[in-house]
């Protein structure tokens, strides 16, 4: 029997003690009416804290933009069907998935942009500001906005300030406390600042401080389970590969020529030459209303990324650039068109390189599309790229996960646990550098499409992976814990 101070009565302590020096403090001080209010109010929270111990309501906090948050988004959308009421908490910027936009038991808290100081503020004071600025914004919407929660998800990154925040709120609500991990946080703000620089080493330390107090865990790979168990005193870690909802899927012709359709009115890399509308660059439609793959079509590749310091975009410029060489010279490759989606701090500086680029063979655009076009852009390219590198070493990248879920095979950049999602020469292959996948594009599409027997080797080899899906897998793993 667990004793009166264990950590399973820790939050009762703490809620008792914060209602009685409360009101001893407002007696003393001769505030009568309101410790009369107080008392009400602290009856009102702990009928709340009965209902939390075995109540169906969650809060997911995202602290970033919701929209771009599709793990989180997957969490939501099953807690619902399990018939949780959720409440997520974020930033805006990105429409989320219209599934969750059009679920009733899903309420989304969208906060605005954290307020911003100007560059004369040493750097110091302005993070400072904002994480002061965000603890106000979390507190307004948890303790005010918010019925009480049964259960906080959060996901890690960012640490700051929302494993504090979030464990605090459990303690006062009784709630199930837990962390989503994705990755260490402390080790992307290493990008940019030195390791051993004061924030980064206060980012660990309350990363380490708060992340292990939580009820339950989940991370991204075993490899992230085992660090997890080894350096920070989780050892009960459950791994929750990213799976791909039903909506990325091989996308049909007739929704490939829609889809290419409309992209080519705002990006005309899409657009057929002859300017028909019947036509797109990669496909057409007969007399008989029959769509068709033409047969001078160039190959599609797709590449995601969030445009910032941990994915060295010049790897693929520079592939690219040897691909146009490629076909310069005489060998038998179809012209490219590259498709980059997403958002960044880095994109202007790329986009500044792109278009210094006289390329004849090799196009490349950059499209923002919504969350229901996007599987269908993955579902109708023929390789994908992918140039994220783990700052921790121990996460694997997402966009890769849609990938396959779309049947794509892809050209990965190696990282330490990256052979637990891309096995190289079975579903995708991977590369080191900017040589290897210039070379590994200009193997896969050589004499396209007439020859694409690699290509479709991955394809088949892809389909078991597509048999798992997202709720079958969170079914598997989270369902069963949300009460233990």
């Known amino acids: 029997m667990p004793g009166i101070f264990s950590e399973e009565h820790l939050d009762i302590i703490l809620q008792g003690g914060m209602v009685i020096f409360m009101e001893i403090y407002l007696y003393f001080q001769g505030l009568h009416s309101i410790m009369i209010l107080s008392i009400a109010l602290f009856a009102f929270m702990a009928s709340g804290f009965r209902i939390a111990k075995a109540g169906s309501r969650a809060c997911i906090i995202v602290l970033g933009d919701i929209g771009r948050s599709p793990r989180m988004q997957y969490h939501a959308l099953s807690l619902a069907k399990t018939g949780f009421d959720v409440d997520i908490v974020g930033y805006g910027g990105s429409t989320p998935h219209s599934d969750l936009i059009e679920n009733d038991k899903i309420t989304q808290h969208v906060m605005s942009d954290p307020m911003t100081l100007p560059g004369v503020f040493p750097g110091l004071f302005r993070y400072t500001f904002k994480v002061m600025y965000q603890i106000a914004q979390l507190f307004f ?57 004061p924030i980064v080493r206060l980012a660990k330390w309350i990363e380490r401080t708060f992340g292990p107090r939580a009820d339950g865990h989940f991370c991204v790979t075993d490899a992230m389970k085992k660090d997890l168990a080894q350096n920070w005193g989780v050892p009960k870690a459950i791994t929750l590969y990213d799976r791909p909802p039903e909506i990325f899927k091989p996308t049909p012709l007739t929704e490939q020529h829609e889809l290419f359709s409309r992209l080519s009115k705002d990006y005309p890399v899409f657009a057929s030459s002859d300017s028909s509308p019947q036509h797109t660059v990669f496909t057409e439609r007969k007399s008989s209303r029959s769509i068709t793959k033409r047969c001078d079509r160039p190959a599609l590749v797709v590449s995601g990324t969030s445009w910032t310091e941990d994915e060295d975009f010049s790897i693929l410029l520079n592939a690219l650039e040897s691909y146009e060489d490629a076909i310069s010279s005489g060998l038998s490759l179809p012209d490219l068109v590259c498709a980059i989606t997403g958002k960044g701090p880095m994109k202007k500086y790329y986009m500044d390189i792109i278009a210094k680029k006289n390329w004849k063979h090799v196009k490349i655009c950059t499209p923002w599309l919504t969350a229901e076009d996007y599987p269908k852009l993955l579902g109708s390219a023929d390789v994908g790229v992918c140039l994220h590198k783990s700052s921790s070493g121990l996460d694997l990248p997402m966009k890769v996960v849609d990938m396959f879920g779309c049947g794509l095979p892809v050209c990965a950049i190696h990282f330490n646990c990256l052979d637990e999602l891309v096995k190289h020469n079975e579903n995708g292959l991977v590369f ?22 690699q290509l479709e080797t991955f394809r088949d080899n892809l389909k078991s992976f597509q048999k798992l899906r997202w709720e079958e897998s969170w079914n598997n793993t989270v369902r069963k814990t949300l009460y233990i």
């Open 141 to 197: 919407v948890i303790f005010v906005k918010m019925k009480w929660p049964s259960h906080i998800f959060v996901q890690n990154p960012p640490a700051i300030p929302t494993l504090p925040v979030a464990w605090f709120a459990s303690k006062i609500y009784g709630s199930k406390f837990i962390v989503d991990w994705h990755n260490y946080g402390y080790t992307i703000m290493a990008l940019t600042n030195k390791p051993t620089s």
């Open 432 to 453: 080191h550098d900017k040589e290897e996948l210039a070379q590994q594009l200009q193997d896969l599409l050589c004499d396209f499409p007439e020859k694409q027997k």
